[in-house]
């Protein structure tokens, strides 16, 4: 059975399909913050589409594309110029500024007819924010796919923005572990360098996720090394995506070569105790449970006292100093 698209107007009552359902239940429940984003969209049967000035409109916050290019946007301005707004935009009314608008989705629609001074065709939705973001997730799912990387930048801004985990989830139809691996990615690789690599929509999570190890032990300034590169005149961003990945390769190699080795530290029976390795970001001390099992057991237990017992005698010593 087809899946019925949430954007597109429910027939009218007395329609074959209304006839044909009966009574089935509701897709949705209705409680909670999907009940608002049903009762919306409903409202579509009354295509109750408003005739609203651009610069009523912001365009402030989460966003789940990266920016346009000015061809992009230009491409649908000629378009819309020629032909109309064909799809209308969302926005919603701002309690605290009467007569003045925020978009909901559409920023694209919204950029190119600013561009020609034409005012735009807008769906107008009392939401909270709640509602909001998940009216822009769903809305997605009817256009071209986000790139995995704009779904990690926007998933991490509404983190930011204090949206609870449920809404996010919903809002980009991803589970736990995926929100967890958009995170750490969106958050380890600087935006500065994602906006400057672009959508990447041939970039997948798994190669994303590897640059983002390749970056954080490169211990490398990423914004100066990519500004370097001069990727304005890569004319795709997964070619873009592809250059930086081998930039920060090559960082990577040049300082795992340069990393001194490990310290062994062994007993006087000739057994190996410990492996030390030093890193500009940690002192590590591995122990070690094939040589010495019940040695390596004692300190697991007694780590906390002799640590402590350590430092004050290096504190001692430094006073004695």
């Known amino acids: ?187 380890t690789i600087p935006e500065a360098v994602i906006q400057m690599i672009g959508s990447a929509h041939g970039v997948g999570r798994r190669r994303w996720e590897d640059l983002a190890d390749m970056a954080k032990g490169s211990n490398a300034d990423l914004i100066r090394v990519v500004s370097d590169l001069g990727l304005d005149k890569t004319p795709t961003s997964d070619d873009r995506f592809a250059r930086v990945s081998d930039a920060i390769s090559r960082i990577g190699k040049a300082v795992g070569a340069t990393k001194p080795a490990a310290h062994m530290i062994v007993s006087s029976d000739g057994k190996t105790l410990a492996e030390v390795k030093d890193s500009p970001r940690a002192l590590t001390v591995k122990m070690s449970k094939v040589d010495t099992p019940e040695f390596a057991q004692w300190m697991r237990d007694n780590a906390e006292v002799e640590l402590k017992r350590l430092y004050e005698a290096w504190k001692s010593d430094q006073q004695s100093d």
């Not at 799809?87 to 925020?102: E, T």
């Not at 919204?110 to 001074?117: E, K, T, Y």
């Not at 926007?154 to 995170?183: C, E, H, W």
């Open 1 to 187: 059975m087809a899946r019925r698209n949430l954007f597109q107007p429910p027939p009218p009552p007395d329609s074959t399909e209304d006839a044909a359902t009966g009574d089935l239940k509701p897709r949705f429940p209705n409680t909670g913050a999907m009940s608002g984003v049903k009762s919306t969209l409903k409202d579509l049967s009354s295509n109750a589409v408003r005739e609203i000035p651009v610069d009523l409109i912001e365009e402030d916050g989460p966003k789940d594309r990266l920016s346009f290019s000015d061809a992009d946007v230009a491409s649908l301005a000629a378009s819309i110029k020629e032909h109309g707004q064909q799809v209308p935009i969302m926005v919603r009314p701002l309690a605290d500024k009467p007569g003045r608008y925020k978009i909901v989705y559409g920023r694209r629609r919204l950029r190119a007819l600013q561009s020609i001074g034409m005012s735009a065709r807008a769906l107008v939705r009392t939401l909270s924010d709640e509602q909001a973001i998940l009216a822009q997730g769903q809305e997605n799912s009817h256009r071209l796919d986000p790139s995995f990387i704009e779904k990690a930048l926007f998933a991490a801004q509404l983190s930011d923005n204090g949206y609870d985990q449920p809404v996010i989830l919903d809002a980009l139809a991803i589970d736990k572990p995926m929100l967890s691996r958009m995170t750490k990615v969106a958050r």
